[in-house]
């Protein structure tokens, strides 16, 4: 029999169930007890989906209040230090993640090369404990539900540790947890769980060598000690490095993902290193939006059955990275609709898939699938069409050093310029204004008017507090990508295809079924309005086109050079209207492309150097005299620092104020000749960062970096934030900016 299982379930539900119970309980219009109520109830909700859906392995400990590896290190007790003092309740779990009045949040980092973001565990001597067992306490909740369809899902001690920060000796970490898994594997044994499921997604990382060692250690202690339980050893995103060695892990079974590692996974496969294993094959794209091809899945999926012990069918990944359903997205093109899969979807094909494997007939459904996927393949919207790239300059005119000078006398700015990084808060009025728009209550003529008074309201704003380059706010912007999705052809749009980002933070990452083109002005009349309300510089503000691809369901039937090219060259004609409007900084995100890196390092330079050269080709039009800017999020910088460089934009805004001076670093002892500006406070926060605090943020990198090349500004966007507390925030920015350039004779 072909067992249908899964790794995860998203968490936000159909209408965003999950994100309003989190945000009216940290509003306080929700009690605790009521908080943890109707999550128990999203929960067993989103249990029954699965069983309903013919699911025989439905996961359990998917289901978060935040983040699943901050639930593990709530659990195992790694609390940061600055919070040792609080007390170990909802309270502390939320403020590791968020902050609070006296402590910043705990860093974020990409988990893996997705857009989710996770919640960085800080080591720092502490002696891991396990209080309860969790993971038990849902296992025989879910069990009551779906009896032995529930499957305890958890993150593996090696990923976990490797993962984290603050750690001297890895080994001695992992060695320190193995009693606490051992504790969760034996009491899920005996509560009667038949399969637990391990995730060690480490080991499709380059970094995965060097915990080889480790593996075998940690995996033969738990066959000794709990010799009675099943783990699955699951893996996603790329193919497992050293397959012959994971493949004797004492473990019933491995996980692999045949969509993002298939060529590598199946030739493991047919090498026979996994002889006497369970395979669970992740045959269905969890990470992409697009309808399963069906025919080849079954192919695929027999052709491994050959080599194995046994096989079970799977997403190539946990399915917290698309949409729920698409059952209410009528207003997509039929052809385009029919061929998509979102997670409710997926769980459908999955069953499909393993009930003609198991029958060898095709189901009205089965054809049906198939059809609509060839259908889509054939539209005739998905024909590359590229304008000539070599008539196109991929340089500027002048060397940065050459052109600041002449930027800096047009832009007449001081030493040590502050700014923002886009995005002013959404305030519910906003919010309110922009859904009476759209279920057309309001007038296009009365929308317009509405975004133009905030627009003003928020350049009075910033002249008040005496920024020195302003922005537009990005009001009439639900996302800097569903935005450009909207007014560009190749690009379509959702209802309800939300995802979660990270805690609360929900994205609706647009469709890109077939040739981008730009049709419209996208930026244009907004920003130029706001240029005309005041005599200091105004950014116009654009999404790049690796972020753009990355934080969008792309199309997977060209290349992706061919598909960054296509945006490069929408965005360079946007750019182009900009400059002609008198528009002198034009600030081009790209906040999502250290995200994209390939997980293999054999991989990495071709992207990188993809990326770099789409991004110069949408910039290196401007004139010497327009100032290009990008910003990119939390990352790993020092392993890209020269593509960084060779994006060539005139001034980077990096977020820094989680990662407690680890990115500075990379910035610090590299030669970085461009202008740079690394974010002096953390807006994921609520809390408004000190005076001293904003000082000593802004002079430790001006022990590496020049002065005339560093900007101020906070991480990221604010579009998050409370209008108070951002007020308050830039003050102290400001403030603090003055008190540095007085003490360099700079005022």
Known sequence: MVKVSNLGYPRLGENREWKKLIESYWSGKLSQADLLAEMKSLRRTFLKKQADAGLDLIPVGDFSLYDHILDLSYQFNIIPRRFAKEAH?????????????????????????????????????????????????????????????????????????????????YTAAIKSLLPLYRQIFQELVEAGASYIQVDEPIFVTDEGHSYLEAAKHVYAYFAKQVPEAKLIFQTYFEALVDPEILGNLPVAGLGLDFVHGLEENLAAVKAGYFSDKEIFAGVIDGRNVWGADLEASRDLVLEISDKVKAVHIQPSCSLLHVPVTKKGETGLNPLLKNGLAFADEKLEELRLLADQLETGFSSPKFTQKVADFKALQAADFRNLALADLGKIPQKRHLDFKDRYPLQQEKLGLPVLPTTTIGSFPQSSEVRRIRRAWKGQEISNQAYEDFIKSEIARWIKIQEDLDLDVLVHGEFERVDMVEFFGQKLAGFATTKGGWVQSYGSRAVKPPIIYGDIQHIQPLTLKETVYAQSLTKRPVKGMLTGPITITNWSFERNDISRPDLFNQIALAIRKEIELLEDAGIPIIQVDEAALREGLPLRKDKQQAYLDDSVRAFRLATSSVKDTTQIHTHMCYSNFSEIIESIRALDADVISIETSRSHGEIIEAFETATYPLGIGLGVYDIHSPRVPSLDELISNIERPLHQLSLDQFWVNPDCGLKTRKERETVAALKNLVAATKIVRHKFGKD
């Not at 306490?137 to 499957?151: C, F, S």
């Open 89 to 169: 309740d909802l309270g502390l779990y939320f403020a590791i993640a968020r902050g609070n009045k006296d402590n910043v949040a705990s860093a974020m980092k990409k988990w893996f090369n997705t857009n989710y973001h996770y919640i960085l565990p800080e080591w720092s001597k502490q002696k891991p404990s396990l209080k309860s067992n969790r993971l038990l306490e849902l296992y025989l909740e879910a069990k009551e539900l779906v009896g032995d369809k529930a499957k305890p899902v958890i993150t593996g001690p090696i990923t976990f540790v490797a993962l984290s920060s603050g750690i001297e000796d």
